[in-house]
């Protein structure tokens, strides 16, 4: 199995570094604590479990991809990662004592097939209300449940309930003019109070009032600054060299807030793969004719 699960600890901070931008509790806070719960030989009281907020295109999905694509030799396709999405599995027209029922055969299956199994919970909005209570037992301070060990498991949730919270806080503490690397957990304190009553999996779910959630992860609103970091990366993952010129051409296409001062992305980087292919075809276009 040693082969198949391993963690690339400096080039996965090298690569958080230069293709996540504006989202300083990455590097603060999951990068710190992924490490510390994948070292050798290291005890855990449970398995590690995250849960990432904010508005689309702020990179959730994105920082999922680059970190299990840095434990597992085949990265998101590894049979020890297991995704879960709110719009696909255990709908709430299903019947509820069949989603339990699954879950729980869903992760003891994974963590008996890898120790070190990471399951994915993607869209929680989507998720009928405190669904993931039936897997509390895995990742509570329970050394062994059915003669198997989940400590060594890792359990991300991904949604966009709490991004109004994250958003007026980045947005009051921009006009502060506090630079994002000095922003602090501590700061977005509402974003639990918030995912607690929103709609979804972990609404009044025993995992928030039993404390099992180590870390919640508030995703900022991108800059511009940062959407054009995402253009200058998407251009050269294309292999070609972007202008100014273009750049702008790519920003016209995206909505920016508040209205009268243009700054946040509405949609963070989503999307911006298609305009800059668009914008760098256009040059061809013209090199050609």
Not at 120 to 145: G, H, T
Not at 204 to 227: A, C, G, M, Q, R
Not at 236 to 253: F, H, R
Request: charged residues 25%.
């Amino acid at each position: 199995m040693g082969r198949f699960v391993f963690l690339k600890r400096d080039t996965l901070r090298t690569n958080l570094s230069s293709l996540v931008f504006g989202q300083p509790f990455v590097s603060q806070a999951v990068l710190p604590l992924l490490i510390s719960h994948r070292r050798a030989n290291m005890y855990h009281d449970k398995a590690l479990v995250m849960s990432f907020h904010g508005s689309q295109g702020t990179g959730k999905n994105y920082v999922v991809k680059i970190l299990v694509e840095h434990l597992y030799k085949n990265g998101l396709a590894s049979r020890y990662v297991h995704y879960f999405n709110g719009r696909i599995h255990f709908t709430k027209h299903s019947k509820s004592s069949k989603h339990t029922e699954d879950l729980l055969k869903a992760v003891k299956d994974g963590v008996d097939l890898c120790p070190t199994s990471v399951f994915i919970f993607d869209e929680l909005e989507k998720f009928p209300p405190r669904i993931l209570d039936a897997i509390k037992m895995f990742i509570d301070y329970n050394p062994f449940i059915y003669e198997t060990g989940y400590r060594n498991a890792m359990f991300i949730f991904l949604s966009n309930s709490g991004m109004e919270v994250i958003n007026k806080k980045t947005f009051e503490l921009w006009t502060q003019q506090i630079p994002r690397h000095e922003f602090k957990l501590n700061d977005f304190q509402d974003l639990v109070r918030e995912v607690y009553n929103a709609e979804g999996a972990l609404k009044n779910s025993e995992l928030i009032t039993s404390s099992l959630i180590d870390l919640f992860v508030p995703f900022l609103p991108l800059e511009k600054s940062h959407v054009i970091q995402c253009i200058r990366v998407e251009a050269s993952k294309q292999g070609e060299d972007i202008t100014d010129e273009q750049i702008e051409e790519v920003l016209s296409n995206l909505d920016f807030q508040p209205e009268d001062i243009q700054t946040f992305s509405r949609n963070g980087c989503k999307n911006i793969k298609n305009y800059v292919l668009l914008s760098l075809k256009k040059k061809h276009w013209h090199t050609e004719l």
